[in-house]
């Protein structure tokens, strides 16, 4: 078995769910999380150079978010809890654009999710907590970072939101413009 199974995602090109092998006994496992080497030889030859971590409890919502400039393609994987995690496709001429997938990823089972350039992204927690992680192609630009309505009815992705339960969603991502009101640059 190879360190990591590469799947695209549907009909969306570019939206890759990765296994990685995992080598455990009664001490504990052992992973790789990435490998530049493996990642090239399946077609993924990005560069990353930032990661971030973030915490958040069950019922947040964050997202959907994006940058207009210093697109970012991500590489995510939940290291603590479980999480319901979307990419909405945003590439201008993208025979997807609109179009959206959506995945769980949780510490069990160790997968992984690629987010090219070119996608608005976000996640919903659905365990008590979730540590979340993301290898970034480009830096983090607060002048340049946008975002869709979570609940844009155009776009209508079915998060997994219990029946009568309002997700908790930033102040930010509460003013998010619907799908249509976004401008959007050519990925």
Not at 15 to 27: C, F, K, M
Request: glycine share 10%; aromatic share 16%.
């Amino acid at each position: 078995m190879g360190k990591f199974i590469f799947k695209e995602c549907g009909e969306i090109t570019g939206l890759y769910l990765i296994e990685p092998a995992v080598y455990g006994d009664s001490r504990g496992y052992f992973l790789e999380t990435y490998n530049y080497n493996d990642f090239k030889a399946a077609g993924l030859d990005m560069v990353f150079v930032q990661d971030n971590q973030s915490m958040s409890t069950k019922g947040v919502l964050r997202g959907l978010h994006f940058q207009k400039e210093h697109t970012q393609g991500k590489l995510v994987r939940v290291i603590s809890g479980e999480v319901f995690d979307v990419a909405v496709d945003i590439r201008k001429g993208s025979k997807t654009y609109g179009k959206w997938f959506g995945v769980n990823l949780s510490a069990e089972k160790k997968n992984m999710f690629y987010v090219p350039k070119g996608f608005a992204h976000g996640f919903y927690v659905l365990s008590d907590t979730a540590e979340f992680t993301y290898k970034c192609t480009d830096f983090y630009d607060p002048s340049s970072e946008a975002g869709i309505k979570w609940d844009d009815p155009v776009l209508n992705v079915k998060w997994p939101i219990p029946d009568g339960e309002t997700p908790l969603i930033s102040e930010k991502d509460s003013k998010n413009p619907i799908f249509s009101d976004n401008i959007f640059l050519n990925y």
